[in-house]
């Protein structure tokens, strides 16, 4: 069984079997099985059963907030905000089953025409800091383009994912269109990726587990998107709204405590502006309600695991240069302060690994080109920010950087509607918005001989 634990309280607080190799072999099987008729369904039905599944997680909207804010340990309003999100990407792909349109090509001696065709079966394995919210990322335009799926999600975060197959499952959605295995990754995330029936892997996670997806899916050239880690850049000109940029930026990087792949957690400051904007930054992260996620006031909660506590600990030695600390309950969870370290060398260690925690990096600047250089001096490329009120110059530095999602005075920049994922290490394939049904199909080129006689 697996042992959940709710990351406020340290306690259990659900058993579920855990699944291995022949659960997840039962599962592929149970998917190919499904992928015939799923498939062939008339785009107008597979679109109203996606509809129907958006509906009845909708329905479901406050009881899967709760379960996600106990089993992540997330403030119980992000939470919420989450589900919506989930049942506005499952709304969203809804319309994608009767939108998947080819193209016509001119050639000689005939029609040439593309189509886009289902995958097979697609393995799905997600990360546990946005459990169902990456999970629909997934499972929605790879079920509107045919496909069926088996997702995995982490063992520390399965429950709402057990609930999202079941909520499918009521309904209507065909019985093995979409299975859920919670296990190991190290046995089902693994036999996903060797299994010759898995036509595509999608996977969220670590850089390190990525490479190893990768390479393991080379073996049977499986398609793989890969959203990775990040290591993401808040650069701050000295001619901001100063104001603005500190009080948003805690929360770009202690939101979700920091467990987040677009943490703006390395903030870069103009040199002349950067005693201002600490002064800003210091008020913001000390009124941060960091406490009970089901409170609705709290804005960050605990972290995931022990482990992971352990893990971001190690980024501030007693030597660390913490300019800024924020609070935190002296009570049972896995409780760790927003904290700021400044001034730091982009080379440092809490500057060049993604901490995954709440800890943010000020790294000076001296003018626009060093920023840049600064920003893309990383193995990454997810995510970042620019703040600046020369909008020539913003949208010039947004041209540079390095990453896949930019935000210009403001630090949002994930949205069902618009493509989402990294460069560089931060891993290959877009998911969100119209890109990500390029990520669940093939396309295919039918050449049809008009000429007479
Ligand atoms: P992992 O990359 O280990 O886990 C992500 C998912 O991959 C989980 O479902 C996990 O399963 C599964 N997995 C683990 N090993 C394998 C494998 N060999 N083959 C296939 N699937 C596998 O992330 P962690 O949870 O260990 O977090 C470690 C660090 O990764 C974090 O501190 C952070 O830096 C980064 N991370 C980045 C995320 C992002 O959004 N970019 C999300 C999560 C983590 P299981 O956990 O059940 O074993």
Known sequence: MISVIEPATEQVMAEVPRAGVEETDAAIARAKAAFESWRRLAPGERAGLMRRLADALDERRDGLATLEARNVGKPIADARGEIGMVVDTFRYYAGAPERLLG??????????????EPLGVVGLITPW???????SWKVAPALAAGNTVVLKPAELTP????????????????????????????????????????AKIAFTGSTEVGRRIAAGAAETIKRVTLELGGKSA??????????????????????????DCCARSRILVESTAVDDFLAALERSVTALRVGDPLDDETQMGPLISADQRETVSSYVPDDAPVAIRGSAPDAPGFWYPPTVLAPVS??????????????????????????????????????????????????????????????????????????????????????????????????KNVFYATEEG
């Open 234 to 259: 808040n650069i701050v000109f000295a001619d901001a709204d100063l104001q603005a940029a500190a009080e948003a930026a805690p929360l770009a990087v202690f939101a979700n405590a920091g467990q």
């Open 159 to 198: 429950l709402t994912a057990i609930e999202l197959e079941k909520i499918a499952l009521d309904a209507g959605l065909p019985e093995g269109v979409l299975n859920v295995v919670a296990g190991p990754g190290s046995v089902c995330g693994t036999r996903l990726v060797e299994h010759p029936d898995v």
């Open 129 to 135: 800091n946005f459990p169902l919210c990456i999970a």
């Open 346 to 443: 982009n080379s440092d260690r809490a500057a060049t690994e993604e901490i995954f925690g709440p800890v943010a990096c000020v790294i000076p600047f001296a003018d626009e080109r060093e920023a840049v250089r600064i920003a893309n001096d990383t193995i990454y490329g997810l995510s970042g920010s620019i703040w600046s009120r020369d909008g020539a110059r913003a949208l010039r530095v947004a041209r540079e950087v390095e990453t896949g999602v930019l935000s210009i005075n403001s630090n949002s920049s994930v949205r069902v509607t618009t493509p989402f994922g990294g460069f560089k290490q931060s891993g290959y394939g877009r998911e969100l918005g119209p890109s990500a049904l390029d990520a669940y199909t093939e396309v």
């Open 103 to 116: 193209q016509t090509i001119p050639v000689a001696g005939g029609v040439d025409m593309t189509f886009r």
